[in-house]
């Protein structure tokens, strides 16, 4: 079993270039080794599983032709996941936003915390909600709450994502980490070809809906070239400047 921690010691991690760069890359590391039967993911500490993208990540996609470059990242990132023959587990605690819900909704099997919120921010943000929303929101939930929450963008806390079906389990918080180390120990233990086969069948259910992923990637893409997303990113840095002084 590996366990993958996303981010630096005590602190929460919002994602920068080279943090979007290796989630693109780790999927298939992680599947090619041997070694490796189960991946358990967790937060740095109990605060915020994983946070959206950094304000200077935010910044390079403003009408920058890297953007194109980042949403080809992004596809390998989500696609990795979909790939990676071995089972995915997710300790989600705290705060998952942006990328963060990706991985938590990904994920095979996602442990949450009753004090866990999701928030999927790109309408509010200015852009179209691309990443991994039309891939697999529709298919966890059903089409009328993906709207409802992915057009408001508003958090989700751990029990409501349990009850409409983002997540597998809520639990409590101090019993996350546990709970998800536990079911990663019993995957790892399981005769491996038929755990690897099973999640490799039931995620061909993923692969009508890679066509709208790739129209969602690419409409967000136009987002970035928009005034509604540097007008957003404007606030963000003089709100950031503020904070400094």
């Known amino acids: 079993m590996a366990t993958l921690v996303l981010g ?18 780790v999927w298939d590391d992680l599947d090619r080794d041997p070694d490796v039967s189960v991946v358990l993911v967790e937060g740095p ?26 949403m080809e990242e992004h596809r390998r990132f989500v696609l990795g996941m979909v790939r990676c023959a071995k089972p995915i587990v997710s300790a989600v605690c705290g705060r998952a936003v942006g990328e963060g819900t990706v991985i938590a909704l990904m994920s095979d099997i996602s442990i949450v915390g009753t004090g ?17 929303a039309a891939l697999v ?15 408001l963008g508003e958090e989700i806390p ?20 546990a709970e998800a180390r536990s079911i990663a120990a019993r995957l790892a233990s399981s005769p491996p070809d038929a755990v690897r086969w099973t999640k490799k069948t039931l995620n061909s259910w993923y692969q009508p809906a890679v066509p709208a992923f790739d129209a969602s990637l690419a409409v967000e893409v136009l987002g970035f070239a928009g005034e509604e997303f540097a007008a957003v990113v404007d ?7 503020e904070t400094e002084r």
């Open 45 to 70: 500490n109990d605060e915020g599983f994983l946070l959206g993208g950094s304000l200077p990540l935010a910044q390079e996609l403003v009408a920058s032709s890297r953007a194109r470059f980042r």
């Open 235 to 241: 606030r963000l840095a003089a709100a950031n400047r």
């Open 137 to 151: 929101w529709p298919l966890l939930t059903s089409m009328a709450r993906a709207k409802y929450h992915l057009l």
């Open 8 to 25: 630096p010691g005590e602190e929460t991690q919002s994602v920068d270039a080279r943090l979007h760069a290796e989630l693109a890359t």
């Open 116 to 132: 866990t919120t999701l928030l999927d921010r790109h309408v509010p943000m200015g852009v179209a909600a691309g990443d991994h």
């Open 158 to 177: 751990g029990e409501e994502a349990e009850r409409i079906g983002l997540v597998s389990r809520v639990v409590a918080d101090d019993r996350v980490r």
